[in-house]
C-alpha cells in the first residue's frame, strides 16, 4: 500500500514562528504536493514538486515555501507564521499515471 | 484556467437509498481527467473513482459510478445503496492531461446518511 505521512496530526504555532511541516512517501513517486484546505474553499494548492529539488508555484504560495532534497520527502515551510494560516494542511504524492495518494493531514493552528 | 463546480454543500440521505452528487467542470483542454475524493472526518483523502475524457464507458468502482456527460461538462458521483459509513465530505477534482499533475478541486459536499 502507498503510504504518505505527515510529521504531525496537530501543530499549534505562534505568530511569527518559523514553522515545518514535513512530508514523506515510500512509493518512489515523482510528485509531490501542498495543498491547504479551508471550509468552502475546498483544497488550494500552494506549491508542488515533480523531481528532487524541481518545484513550482501552485495557486497559493505567498506565505510559504518549500524543500526537496530527497526524492521521498517534501517539506512546506512557514518563514514567518501568520493568523490567516490557520488551516488543514494536505500533502499527496503521484507518479506520472497515477492519482495522488494523501496523508492523514496537518491540522494547524497559529495564535 | 481550469474551473471545478460542487453546488451542493451538503446532502442528507436516507441509509440503503442512492445519492447523487453533482459535480460542472471547465476547461478549454481536450484532454483531462477527473477524480473524486472521499474524506471522512478522520481527515484523509481518499480516492474512489477516475473518469479519462476519452473514456467511451462511464467508469464504475463497485457502488460507486461516474456519470459522465461531456457535452454538458459534468461528471456527478452516483453512489447505489448507501451505506452509514458513506458519511463523508466528497472532493471533485479534474487534471489537465497535457502538463502537469496538478489538480483542481471542487469545494466539496459535505454527506450525510441517516439511519
Known amino acids: 500500500d502507498v503510504k504518505v505521512t505527515q510529521s504531525s496530526r496537530y501543530l499549534v504555532k505562534r505568530t511569527g514562528e518559523k514553522v515545518f511541516l514535513e512530508c514523506v512517501q515510500d512509493m518512489d513517486h515523482e510528485n509531490m504536493f501542498w495543498y491547504r484546505q479551508d471550509p468552502g474553499l475546498g483544497l488550494r494548492l500552494i506549491y508542488f514538486?515533480?523531481?528532487?529539488?524541481?518545484?513550482e508555484k501552485g495557486d497559493i504560495p505567498e506565505g510559504y515555501s518549500v524543500s526537496r532534497e530527497k526524492k521521498e520527502r517534501f517539506s512546506l515551510i512557514l518563514e514567518s507564521a501568520s493568523t490567516n494560516q490557520t488551516s488543514m494542511y494536505l500533502c499527496?504524492?503521484?507518479?506520472?499515471?497515477?492519482?495522488?495518494?494523501f496523508g492523514p493531514g496537518t491540522r494547524l493552528t497559529v495564535t | 484556467a481550469q474551473k471545478i463546480t460542487q453546488t451542493q454543500p451538503g446532502m442528507f440521505v436516507q441509509e440503503k437509498e442512492a445519492v447523487t452528487l453533482d459535480c460542472t467542470y471547465d476547461?478549454?483542454?481536450?484532454?483531462?481527467?477527473l477524480f473524486w475524493y472521499k474524506q471522512p472526518s478522520s481527515g484523509e483523502m481518499i480516492f474512489l473513482i477516475y473518469q479519462g475524457s476519452y473514456d467511451e464507458q462511464n467508469a464504475t468502482e463497485g457502488r460507486y459510478s461516474l456519470n459522465f456527460q461531456k457535452a454538458r461538462k459534468s461528471a456527478n458521483l452516483v453512489i447505489s445503496a448507501s451505506q452509514l459509513g458513506d458519511s463523508a465530505m466528497y472532493f471533485c477534482a479534474m487534471r489537465v492531461n497535457f502538463g502537469n499533475e496538478k489538480l483542481t478541486f471542487g469545494t466539496g459536499t459535505r454527506l450525510t446518511i441517516i439511519p
Open positions: 514538486s515533480y523531481d528532487v529539488k524541481m518545484k
Open positions: 476547461t478549454s483542454d481536450q484532454s483531462y481527467g
Open positions: 499527496a504524492s503521484s507518479s506520472r499515471v497515477s492519482e495522488q495518494y
